[in-house]
């Protein structure tokens, strides 16, 4: 058995930097677990596509209404 991984991970500080969002915002997410990350020791790092499954389940779809 294989348990070795390969993360690709981002310190709340890159996530924030590069999705152009106050630090804040990253570490409150990260505070109501809300974002999935890991914690190693103090540090908190963001798995890679963690800052995009969490804009993926909060976003909201349009709906179209055909008129009549």
């Not at 500080?13 to 152009?20: E, K």
């Not at 804009?55 to 349009?62: I, M, Y």
């Amino acid at each position: 058995m294989n348990t070795s991984r390969n993360h690709d991970c981002e310190s709340p500080s890159d996530a924030a930097s590069r999705l152009g969002w106050p630090l804040a915002r990253v570490r409150r997410l990260i505070r109501r677990k809300e974002v999935r990350h890991i914690k190693v020791g103090g540090i908190y790092l963001l798995p890679a596509g963690a800052a995009e499954e969490y804009l993926d389940a909060k976003t909201v779809e349009l709906e179209f209404k055909s008129s009549p």
